[in-house]
């Protein structure tokens, strides 16, 4: 997503770092993702935060702030789209074993009978 706007935070010595910590300081998952970026559009200031890079530049977050995060829910999101016709990986979200339904819904499978029900019930995304 910073790609888009021509943000590099490779160049810098910890970039890795510094994404980390933007991630963690703003990212969000929206509740209503569609309703979310309608709103983005609508008034693009309402998603809008600055941030300090160490070069003193700043950097612009806007609606990449939800739009990131909720490619681990709709991995068939346009930018995904685009990265699995490059490399051949499946064209159903469903197909992508790094789905973060599937991954849930696999090791779910997997579980005794009689603990499906109790793991179900307790499904907590955070971080």
Do not use: W
């Amino acid at each position: 997503e910073l790609y888009e706007k021509g943000y590099y935070l490779d160049k810098y010595f910890g970039g890795h770092e510094y994404a980390r910590v933007l991630k963690e300081k703003s990212c969000f998952v929206a509740p209503e993702y569609s309703e979310e970026l309608q709103v983005s559009e609508l008034d693009a200031s309402k998603h809008t935060k600055i941030y300090q890079l160490p070069d003193g530049n700043t950097i612009q977050l806007g609606n990449e702030r939800f739009r990131a995060p909720e490619i681990l829910f709709q991995r068939s999101l346009e930018v995904v789209e685009s990265f699995n016709r490059v490399t051949g990986h499946g064209s159903s979200p469903f197909d992508d074993p790094f789905n973060l339904s599937v991954m849930i819904t696999e090791v779910i499978k997997e579980a005794p009978t009689s603990l499906k029900e109790q793991l179900l019930q307790n499904i907590c995304i955070c971080g």
